[in-house]
């Protein structure tokens, strides 16, 4: 039996200028955070014929042309599993909230699968992988964030330039600074789940026409993420809020479905109680939303009064792992 595990993420700033349609004309910049919420992967082997799959749904399937979940079928055809396995996968998240769970959800498949077959990867060829399962195989029109995150863990910065790896370190935060992110920064449930594909294929259609509002805009956002991770290093945590807010701003222009009036509402109201700066987590249109805060105790007491669930989080520095190998 193998376990592994792979954690989420949240954004702190460049988000969205790691889709290839932008990067590969104008190179991208993000920093993102793994969080200890995490997608568990099992596999072991059966006794009986084909594939016994365990997700949100239950299938079994005699051949991998059979199974109708797309990362699992792809990843089993990419690594070579041979008949007669089991798959479960379990989170601590449910997908489509905007914490990258699908990323996530590849890395710890396929460290799952190399596993299996007595193989070692390392985090840069883990979310490569995942990235051209996800991106080339499957056609998502998706950006490489995810799977970079989840395969390293950390507070990291990338970097994305045309036909070179994508380059991967950690930002240079000292630990008071950490502390004092971790206590400050806020998650709450808007209670929308929502598939992040429409609103990024708006994006990823918008960057190939060369949109000069659309490139203008992730143009601004990557200058965001730079600032975000001077903010950071430096330790100037409520500059790092104000930019929250300034890239909140800037990215509900991208789609008129990135928001909603509930969401804005919401918003609103935890900048006038205690929020330095906020915005949803992941393309939009729902998930959660995440604030620093000022007064935590303040924007917390009110927020939950909105009905909103907080998840208390800490970051996560491990990555994708192998959890058991028996």
């Known amino acids: 039996m193998i376990i592994t595990r792979s954690p989420l993420r949240v954004s702190l700033g460049g988000g969205g200028t790691d889709l290839p349609s932008y990067y590969e004309e104008h190179g991208g910049f993000l920093v ?15 006794f009986v014929e084909g594939y016994l799959l365990k997700y949100s749904h239950l299938e079994e399937a005699a051949t991998v042309d059979d199974i109708q979940h797309p990362i699992i079928r792809e990843s089993l055809r990419y690594v070579g599993i041979p008949k007669n396995v089991e798959i ?9 909230t905007g ?31 995942a990235c051209h399962i996800e991106i080339d195989i499957l056609g998502e029109p998706i950006g490489k964030q995810d799977q970079f995150i989840a395969a390293y863990g950390g507070i990291t910065c990338f970097e994305f330039e045309r036909d070179k790896p994508v380059r991967a370190y950690p930002a240079k935060i000292t ?20 598939s992040a594909s429409s609103i990024l294929h708006e994006q990823n259609e918008k960057s190939k026409l060369r949109d000069e509002e659309m490139i203008e805009n992730l143009h601004f956002v990557k200058q965001l993420g730079l600032q975000s991770r001077d903010a950071l290093e430096s330790g100037d945590l409520n500059e790092f809020g104000r930019l929250m807010n300034v890239h909140w701003e800037h990215k ?9 009036g509930e969401i804005d509402r919401w918003y609103d109201i935890a900048m006038k109680n205690g929020a330095v700066g906020g915005k949803l987590i992941g393309a939009g249109g729902g998930g959660f939303l995440m604030f620093y805060a000022a ?26 792992k192998i959890l058991a190998a028996d």
């Open 32 to 46: 993102a955070a793994a969080i200890d919420k995490y997608v568990y992967i099992n596999v072991h082997r059966r």
């Open 99 to 129: 914490l990258g769970s699908s990323g996530s959800f590849t890395t710890a498949l396929l460290k799952a699968l190399h596993c299996y077959r007595k193989g070692l990867i390392d985090p840069q060829r883990l979310a490569e992988e």
């Open 175 to 194: 630990d008071e600074t950490l502390f004092n992110l971790e206590d400050n920064l806020l998650l709450f449930f808007t209670g929308y789940s929502r």
């Open 252 to 260: 509900k222009k991208r789609s008129g479905s990135m928001s909603n």
């Open 88 to 96: 479960t996968s379990m989170a601590d998240i449910p997908a489509g």
């Open 295 to 320: 007064d935590k105790v303040r924007l917390r007491h009110t927020m939950l009064g909105l009905n909103l669930r907080e998840v208390r989080f800490r970051f996560d520095y491990e990555g994708t």
